[in-house]
């Protein structure tokens, strides 16, 4: 797959922020901030979603409302501390990517994990011996569970 290839917003120009660093909010502040976005002219929005169960339904609303406004949803799955999932929870990331993959939502980014290179995201809270590599031994299953559901997976940001 070539770069061109990826799905992108209608007109993108590039701009995108990070949503509330919250894991769900009121229609009431989606209501009143996705026009922001659109008086913005911003076409990409990073927002927070958890991975239990309850977590199915918590940004539908956003989500139509941004695609609806031609604002391309990113999904930052929020797992925390960075260990590898088990079963269980690669099976509550498959339904939640395949839900969220569906029209009229059609959510195609999902971003796994959060800053490894801060030592409270982290189990023992503290940066392992082999930070990389731990990292990888959780986000490589993550990321074959979000293509396996229809996803395209991403890096987690590193704190600055």
Known sequence: MELRDYPRPQNDNG???????TLGQKRAVV????????????RWLV????????????????IKKLVAA?????????LRPIVP????A?????????????????VDYFQLLYEPNVAGEWAEGQLP??????FLDAWLPA?????????????????P
Not at 31 to 42: E, G, M, Y
Not at 47 to 62: R, S, T
Not at 90 to 106: E, G, I, Q, S, T
């Open 15 to 21: 701009r995108g922020i990070h949503w509330f660093p």
């Open 31 to 42: 209501d009143q901030n996705v026009p922001r976005l659109v008086d913005l002219k911003l």
């Open 47 to 62: 927002f927070w979603n958890g991975l239990d169960d309850a977590a199915l339904l918590v940004n539908d609303y956003l």
């Open 70 to 78: 031609g604002i391309t949803p990113v999904m930052h799955v929020y």
């Open 85 to 88: 999932l088990d079963d269980a």
């Open 90 to 106: 690669l099976a509550r990331l498959h339904r939640l990517v395949a839900y969220y993959r569906d029209p009229p939502r059609r």
């Open 129 to 134: 011996d082999d930070p990389v590599g731990r």
């Open 143 to 159: 990321a074959q569970e979000v293509i396996n559901a229809g996803g395209l997976p991403g890096f987690s940001p590193l704190w």
